[in-house]
């Protein structure tokens, strides 16, 4: 069963809203890699939330959750259901980590202080889908809620059962979700594991090197089941399995957009598999993260209502680069693949 | 929704403070013992030692899997799924040309919560990244893909408490839509210092064994294991019996609150009746209730008005007393109580009930009781507001 978009809500390290992803493609110019103290990273601004939901509702929920309400209701409004019924829209939301942020915080309360004074906020905020519950909460989704943590492949993992709800018909619309943050903490992983310096430039098609820069963000999409409108296309399916245990065939006559992000070891899968195709990558526009498979398919969405293909930013004359080129019938499709072999594939079609 | 097709359930593994397999956990249950005890696998500081239900023995992976070294929690599920491919015929080589999905609900399984690296960290004491390494490599659903080598979608659901129970009904729909032919579905966590003090810290946890609809019930005490489920598609089944069928599934949010259920049931309610659609039966039909039963005064109040209002004098237990509250874990692990009770045609007492609640209209079977009937539900609630619903029909073999 295809899947409409009806609207898409973001934001990012290059701004907030459809618009801020249209210029930042239009540009071409990846988003300034913004610092706070020593740390690199594409980061979210949620000051935008503000005019959706009233601060004093804001007051303990974390950044985490932030940056999922400001794209669930960028996304609703613009799919103009901002003020609609929602007692049937399902909640889907993929990360790769989760909040966090506050789980340090928890951590801290009780590392700091002793057990005894384990906080309960950053506890009960630190669970999985706190984000998830905090959308039903302050936008009245009763209809189911799941938040899918399966790293690289959270998006197309959380996306297929976002289809089945809709094709089984537990919901009419699903607001479905990826978010991932950045933080201290996560940056000394990245620097052990990657040595310092991710001061960028991102080039995710320079597969040999490692170039990736941690980024954060959140994007929304608007899903259901029309079949006849659908501003930005529709999501035809999603495929996922292991090409190491079953080689897989990726589909001939589409314009692949990866999820190439930077990470060398990442680089050497998508080498292997692509066997020298022309592709598109994004990632440049922000960040590397898990749940960025959004981002691409965000990219793709807005190629198809546009018609067009966006030059990959920082391609650099990459010859695995796809040229800036209008979308004729030609699909869309964005592969994302993951350690072991493990691989998703979402295909979209106007 | 209209009714949707059923599925076929041929396998079970259990891992659980209860017993290292299911038919060790079934005995216990039915001899009405649990062995509840402080914590031996951590240590803190908290004043009140709140007692525990942890696994009574080590286990061995009776994989060989090398070098690698997974989490405790991909280490459950790992056991379990094995147990319950055992149980449904399969050996893994025979799994080799099939597509095998593998989705599996956790908490602590997906929480970059290594409190000990974490502290080094704080003090810039340069941790070993081998504890982050072990993380990365530790998503449960991937572990049991990648070990058994399978080729299928994978799914982590991190729904709080409700991740095992909804877990199982996302498999059993990509079963319905023909994305794959076989899925290992349920829950696993461990238990861990965080979960530990985060539960007190809520005030939520029984400093005694705790007691599940009981008027002195304090609170709940956590648990850890893993219990999964083999579901099949009709084609890969052919004649196989069946431990159950999975008939419906349903889940719904409160959006109220993020650790209190909604006092009405409202999303409980909703979940209930999803399920009977989807399962296309009626309350009158239910032989049995597995109970979301924490013990917690504000979820058994809840769940206790929500099962007087929609399964009036439906026979009902909470496993919990046995098995602790294994919070992404329960929901597979009560599932798989859930079938086996209804192939027995018996059900446990719910251990740790002795008193009634003047404030509850319900209360749990106090003796192993025998049942009569071919359905049975199981129930989760969880934080965030969380509803989910299976209703089972009862098997052939």
Same mark, same amino acid.
């Given at each position: 069963m295809k899947m409409a978009i009806q609207g898409i809500g973001l934001t990012a390290g290059f701004g907030s809203g459809i618009e801020a992803l249209r210029s930042a493609l239009q540009s071409g110019r990846a988003a300034s890699v913004t610092g706070n103290g020593e740390q690199s990273a594409f980061r979210a601004d949620v000051s935008g939330l503000a005019e959706f939901i009233p601060k004093r509702a804001l007051r303990r929920i974390d950044h985490f959750s932030k940056m999922t309400l400001l794209g669930a209701c960028l996304a609703l409004k613009d799919a103009d259901?901002?003020? #609609?019924?929602?007692?049937?829209t399902g909640v889907v939301i993929a990360s790769g980590y989760g909040a966090l942020k506050t789980t340090f915080n928890f951590l801290d309360s009780y590392l700091d202080f002793g057990y005894s004074c384990s906080s309960p906020t950053h506890f009960s905020n630190s669970v999985h889908n706190a984000a998830a519950a905090h959308v039903s909460i302050q936008l009245k989704t009763t209809a189911p809620s799941l938040t899918v943590t399966q790293f690289e492949m959270s998006v197309p993992s959380a996306l297929l059962s976002a289809q089945q709800w809709l094709a089984e018909g537990r919901v009419d619309q699903v607001l479905f979700g990826a978010v991932d943050e950045s933080c201290d903490v996560l940056t000394y992983c990245r620097e052990q594991f990657f040595g310092s310096g991710e001061q960028g430039p991102l080039q995710p098609l320079t597969f040999a090197e490692q170039s990736a820069v941690a980024g954060e963000g959140a994007v929304f999409f608007v899903l259901n089941?029309?079949?006849?409108? #659908?501003p930005y296309g529709f999501i035809d399916g999603v495929r996922m399995g292991n090409y190491l245990v079953r080689p897989t065939i990726l589909p001939e006559g589409d314009q692949l957009i990866v999820g190439a992000d930077g990470h060398k070891e990442c680089g050497r899968w998508y080498q292997q598999l692509l066997k020298g195709r022309k592709v598109a990558a994004y990632s440049p526009l922000y960040g590397s993260f898990p749940a960025a498979v959004g981002f691409d398919l965000a990219v793709a969405a807005v190629s198809q209502c546009d018609g067009k293909l966006y030059a990959s930013p920082a391609a650099n004359g990459s010859p695995a680069a796809l040229p800036t080129q209008k979308l004729g019938g030609e699909q869309l499709s964005c592969l994302k693949l993951g350690p072991g072999g493990d691989y998703g594939l979402i295909r979209l079609s106007t | 929704m209209a009714g949707l097709t059923p599925i076929a359930i041929t396998g079970l593994g259990v891992l659980s403070g209860a017993g290292m397999n299911l038919p060790e956990s079934m005995e216990t249950l039915f001899r009405n013992e649990r062995h509840p005890h402080p914590p031996f696998r951590f240590s803190t500081d908290h004043p009140v030692s709140y007692p525990v239900l942890e696994l009574r023995e080590e286990f061995k992976l009776p994989l060989d899997a090398g070098e690698t070294v997974y989490a405790r929690t991909s280490q459950l599920a790992l056991v379990a799924a094995l147990e319950a491919l055992t149980d449904a015929g399969w050996n893994v080589e025979s799994l080799r040309d099939k597509r095998v999905g593998v989705c599996v609900g956790t908490t602590v399984g997906c929480a970059l919560n290594c409190d000990e690296f974490y502290r080094a960290y704080k003090d810039e004491e340069q941790p070993d990244m081998k504890i982050i390494e072990r993380f990365l490599r530790s998503n449960p659903a991937a572990v049991i893909a990648r070990q058994l080598k399978l080729d299928g979608p994978t799914q982590t659901v991190v729904n709080a408490c409700s991740s095992g129970t909804d877990a199982i009904g996302i498999g059993a729909s990509w079963l319905r839509a023909g994305v794959c032919d076989i899925v290992i579905a349920g829950g696993a966590d461990e238990l861990a210092r965080v979960t530990y003090a985060g539960f007190s810290s809520l005030m939520i946890t029984d400093p005694d064994p705790c007691k599940p609809f009981d008027a002195e019930r304090k609170g709940l005490n956590l648990g850890e294991g893993a219990g999964l489920l083999v579901l099949e598609s009709a084609k890969v089944r052919e004649e196989k019996k069946t431990r159950g069928t999975l008939l419906g599934y349903g889940s719904a949010s409160d959006a109220h609150h993020l650790t209190a259920p909604h006092p009405d049931g409202t999303g409980l309610k909703q979940a209930l009746a999803v399920a009977f659609v989807a399962a296309d039966v009626t309350p009158e039909q239910i032989t049995f209730i597995n109970a979301h039963g924490t013990g917690t005064p504000d979820n058994d109040r809840v769940e206790s008005r929500v099962m007087n209002d929609v399964l009036p004098g439906v026979p009902f237990v909470s496993t919990k007393g046995y098995t602790g509250h294994t919070l992404g874990a329960a929901g597979g692990i009560e599932a798989a109580f859930t079938v086996a009770c209804l192939q027995r045609q018996e059900i446990p007492a719910s251990i740790g009930f002795s008193t009634a609640d003047p404030e509850l209209l319900t209360t749990p079977v106090q003796e192993n009781c025998s049942v009569f009937g071919d359905v049975a539900l199981s129930e989760s609630l969880a934080f965030g507001g969380n509803n989910a619903v299976l209703i089972f029909g009862r098997g052939e073999s």
């Open positions: 259901l901002l003020d #609609a019924d929602r007692s049937r089941r029309e079949t006849d409108t #659908a | -």
